[in-house]
Structures are given as C-alpha cells and as structure tokens.
C-alpha cells in the first residue's frame, strides 16, 4: 500500500533553515510528483511546491520562491523541503502528498510541525 | 494566481440531511477541480478529483458537479463521519491553489 512517512517535529530559531523529509513507499516513485502543502495553525491548506522525481523538474509558490527548495533521492524514494530564513509565521504543520495526475493530491504524508519561535 | 473561493464559510446541518458546498475560481479552471476532507488533527483526504470522479473507496454519497468557474459538493444523507472541513483545489495552472475551505458542523 502507498505510504508517505514524514520526519519528525522541528523547533527552529527565526533566521534558522529546516529539512523535513517524506520517504515513500509501495509504488514506484519516479511515476508520480510530489507536492507540499502546509497549514498553519487554525488556517487553510497552502500549496507549497512540487517536483517531479523522474526529472527534477520543479514548481513552486511565488510566495515562497527563494526561500523553499524541494528535491528528491531516488536511490531512497525520499523528498524533502528546506525552508530558509524562517520566521514566526512559518509554523505550521507541513505535509507532503504524492501528485496524482493533474496534479491532485491521493495520497497524503502525516504531516510535521514546524514551530519558529525565539 | 487562480484565487478560489468557497461557500459558505460554514454550513450547519443535521444528520441524514445533504449539504451543498460551493467553489468559485477567479477564471475558468476547466474540469480540473479538486475536494479533500479534512478532520482534525488528520491530513487531508482525496474525496472528488476533475470536478466529479470520485476517488478510491470513498462513498457514493459524496458527489462533485460543475466546470469551468461553478463548482459544487454535493453530500447526501450525512452521516457523524462527514462532519468535517472541505477544501477545493484547482490544478488547470501554476501556482497550485486552494480554497480557505467549508467547515461543515452538525446542526
């Protein structure tokens, strides 16, 4: 069966970066994109960027460009998403979703809190 | 940037009653229309993907209609489960987004 499995819970300073990973398994991972959303506490769903792990390619949210990178290890079926230079407004929790065709979103990662706090 | 919008912002109903949601997006998104449910402290789930195929397993009773700009989710006979927020997402252009969402509550 398909299962995103994210990296744990992050407390990170303002200023500060963070990676968090999302290792998938049971289908073959150059098939279908990858996707991140987050969502702040209390907050809507916001589209953060994708990429696909056959070619690299990339989009992402103009909101964020510059500060996200999202890339991919085929070797371990793993994507990740670094954010820099976080601020306060950055907490939230973060999930991946695999991008089925369009790309919509079936099947989803449990989701990592990010918490920016001094 | 496609800006979607949904109604209304919650919607009160009782079980065995069905519920109407709605989202509207800033220009024509074709069919490519999204709805995901979310419960608390759960990620979101696929419920309808082009606007009204129903994902896998979930119930007949969710339904999505419309394209274009008009869209609309359609629950019947709600059942305890189903109380939750929903949220639409266009995927016809990048940026990808996403409605601010309906939250759905028992009347």
């Known amino acids: 069966q398909v299962q995103l499995v994210q990296s744990g819970a992050e407390v990170k300073k303002p200023g500060a970066s963070v990676k968090v990973s999302c290792k998938a398994s049971g289908y073959t991972f150059t098939t279908y994109g990858l996707s991140w959303v987050r969502q702040a506490p209390g907050q809507g769903l916001e589209w953060m960027g994708w990429i696909s792990p056959y070619n690299a390619n990339t989009h992402y949210a103009q909101k964020l460009q510059g500060r996200v990178t999202v890339t991919t290890d085929t070797s371990t079926s793993t994507a990740y998403m670094e954010l820099r230079s976080l601020r306060s407004d950055d907490t939230a929790v973060y999930y991946c979703a695999r991008a089925a065709p369009g790309p919509h979103f079936d099947y989803w990662g449990q989701g990592t809190l990010v918490t920016v706090s001094s | 940037e496609i800006v979607m919008t949904q109604s209304p912002a919650t919607l009160s109903v009782s079980p065995g009653e069905s519920a109407t949601l709605s989202c509207r997006a800033s220009q024509s998104v074709s069919s490519n229309l999204a709805w995901y449910q979310q419960k608390p402290g759960q990620a979101p789930r696929l419920l309808i993907y082009?606007?009204?195929t129903r994902a896998t397993g979930i119930p007949a009773r969710f339904s999505g209609s419309g394209s274009g700009t008009e869209f609309t989710l359609t629950i019947s006979s709600l059942q305890s489960e189903d109380f939750a927020v929903y949220y639409c997402q266009q995927y016809n252009n990048w940026p990808l987004t996403f409605g601010q969402g309906t939250r759905l509550e028992i009347k």
């Open positions: 082009g606007a009204s």
